[in-house]
């Protein structure tokens, strides 16, 4: 069993360039962090230089990018520094930035991956914690005609469809069945914009440092040139025929639905805000901030209530160890064998099955008339589910036996009765030393943690 663990930089690096919406010349330090840390956002030209986590319920404005704020401080404009770190598998970082956006740079997320490149990833010692997606979850916005929704797959992967209010782009899809293509297929995307919407924007006094080098301008309504002159001075953009309509940059479009893939790169920025990395599928109809959001915090609402996820389990599979073999790892005979089949196993975890049946010998006092299985050996099972880790890595494992040292932080959350399967997955908290092992296991029925405990053990060879 894989354990993959969590990633922060090797060193820092900073990016200079203008806000689009300020105007402001802006720098932006990412930095290394401790494991666990998350992504924070620290706004080092304000007093105390507060530090606002980058989580979606701190999310206060969607309408033209994704504003991020805890108490007076906000930064925006984060979506695109966010997608690269996520991408590209970055769990901790701390990101400083001077102003209250990040630059807008070349409008695209290129940049941020070139120097995470550069700088290099580090592999921390934590575990990843992936929330993995078991079942359909939708979010959708019926008077827009937006919807996300995520489904189950073995790796985060991602569809998004866009429909645009326009006769010159109208209809376009865009897929990433695979983070790996990130950095080539989806980082270098521009945002974009209608000119349409640029007065709007302009009376809003935002996109003040919007240009044709870090957007896309989509003509696709006739103005009259006199009107359409007067825009492109304000932008200080070079005069064109009115009656030419079309994409107006000074770097041409990389991909047809470069627009479109601008999109899915805002949909990773804004799910790097659920705080963990996801193994699903999205597919993402007319996608934008507002959704966005409001999917991240339905995850997050998610993940909360399953804070511990039960490990798959398919019975079809066939297991690491059967019950021979478990017998001739552990001293453990009838009625005492509590573990039925081995199911995944790595250097430091291991999952473990037992098929609980009415036929079990402490149902006949515990209790008659209610069978309920005793807490005290749901946490004994769990401790041979981690003996049958630790006794695995030892030559001649027969020889040798496994003994409570002591338990702690035991939970009971239900009952478990007759007819349950129970799925017992144990993490080693601790390199083995001295003999001795520090584990971390946990018991579920199906989604749900039933019991849980600390327990330390001793490895004693047999007389």
Request: net charge neutral; glycine share 6%; charged share 25%.
């Amino acid at each position: 069993m894989e354990v993959s663990k969590q990633k922060t930089l090797k060193g820092s690096f900073s990016l200079f360039g203008k806000g689009l919406h300020t105007g402001l010349n802006l720098t932006v330090t990412f930095n290394p962090a401790p494991e666990n840390t998350g992504y924070r956002i620290q706004r080092i030209d304000l007093e105390g230089e507060p530090i606002i986590e980058a989580i979606a319920e701190n999310v206060i404005d969607t309408q033209r990018g994704t504003v991020l704020a805890k108490q007076d401080a906000r930064v925006s404009t984060v979506e695109h520094g966010m997608a690269a770190l996520y991408a590209l598998g970055i769990d901790n970082c701390l990101i400083q930035v001077n102003g209250p956006e990040f630059p807008i740079l070349d409008g695209s997320s290129a940049l941020y991956v070139k120097k995470i490149q550069e700088v290099g990833v580090v592999e921390q010692n934590a575990r990843k914690d992936y929330y993995i997606i078991r079942k359909k979850i939708e979010v959708k916005d019926d008077a827009t005609g937006s919807c996300i929704t995520i489904l189950p797959d073995d790796q985060f992967s991602i569809t998004a469809m866009c429909s645009f209010e326009s006769k010159f782009i109208n209809s376009q899809f865009a897929t990433l069945d695979n983070a790996d293509y990130f950095t080539k297929e989806i980082a270098p995307a521009r945002t974009f914009v209608f000119v349409r919407d640029i007065v709007p924007l302009l009376e809003a006094n935002l996109i003040k440092g919007g240009d044709l080098d870090n957007a896309i301008v989509i003509y696709e309504r006739e103005l009259s040139q006199e009107k359409l002159d007067q825009l492109a001075d304000i932008l200080n953009m070079p005069h064109r025929d009115a009656k030419k309509i079309g994409y107006i940059q000074n770097k041409p479009l990389m991909w047809e639905n470069e627009c479109t893939r601008h999109k899915l790169l805002d949909i990773i920025g804004d799910m790097a805000l659920i705080g963990k990395p996801i193994k699903g599928r999205i597919v993402a109809t007319r996608p934008g901030h507002t959704i966005n959001n409001k999917f991240a915090r339905l995850m997050r609402k998610e993940i909360r209530k399953h804070e511990v996820q039960a490990p798959i389990y398919d019975p079809n599979d066939e297991p690491i160890m059967d019950n021979i073999r478990i017998r001739e790892l552990m001293p453990h005979r009838y009625p005492m064998q509590l573990v039925d089949k081995i199911i995944a196993m790595g250097p430091n975890s291991i999952v473990g099955v037992k098929n609980i049946t009415s036929n079990e010998p402490f149902f006949v006092g515990h209790f008659p008339q209610e069978p309920v299985m005793p807490g005290v050996l749901q946490v004994e099972a769990m401790a041979q589910c981690g003996g049958i880790l630790v006794l695995s890595q030892v030559e001649e494992p027969e020889r040798w036996s496994t003994y409570f040292l002591r338990i702690d932080e035991v939970k009971f959350r239900q009952k478990v009765v007759p007819g349950d399967t129970l799925l017992f997955r144990v993490e080693l908290l601790h390199p083995i030393r001295h003999g001795i092992s520090s584990m971390k296991g946990y018991v579920f029925v199906g989604d749900h943690v039933v019991s849980e405990a600390t327990f330390t053990a001793q490895i004693i060879k047999n007389k």
